[in-house]
């Protein structure tokens, strides 16, 4: 095969619309792993809110409300103590950034365990056409506790 008569001048600039496409895919790229970073670390500052609401929760009981079961002093939990104590949390808690943190759920199922069901609003640092304006988060933390003689 000869490349006499072959005008190379006709390829000049065929490489600048890969060089562009690619610099785009490049900027998705980083807006979608910055969206995901953002969210991974809000969903875990909810959650670290919700693990502190939920030991409060857990220490929400009276001595005279713990009972000997067996070998071990258990104590009860009602959801009433459960909710005001992690409510009076909340309102002293570092928020933290956290934007329009409700409190879903404050209880107690089985006596034992206080449950605490928060959620927060997310909103990514840059909105892109690949990126919602923003998600409701919700996270769920369980506490239980435990008294020894």
């Known amino acids: 095969m000869s490349t006499r008569g072959v005008d190379w001048r006709r390829d000049d600039g065929s490489i600048l619309p890969l060089i562009a496409g690619l610099a785009s895919l490049g900027l998705v790229v980083v807006l979608l792993v910055t969206a995901a970073t953002s969210l991974y670390l809000e969903r875990k500052r909810l959650l670290s809110l919700a693990d502190g609401a939920a030991l409060v929760g857990a220490e929400s ?87 020894r003689r």
Request: charged share 25%; glycine share 6%.
């Open 61 to 147: 009981f009276d001595l005279d409300d713990v009972e000997l079961v067996g070998q071990d002093l258990r104590p009860r939990l009602t959801s009433a103590a459960v909710a005001r104590d992690v409510v009076a949390y909340l309102s002293e808690a570092p928020i933290g950034g956290l934007e329009d943190v409700r409190l879903e759920r404050a209880a107690t199922d089985d006596g034992a365990t206080a449950v605490v069901s928060l959620s927060s609003y997310w909103r990514p640092p840059v909105v892109t056409l690949f990126v919602p304006e923003g998600i409701r988060i919700d996270v769920t933390a369980e506490a239980r506790s435990v008294v």
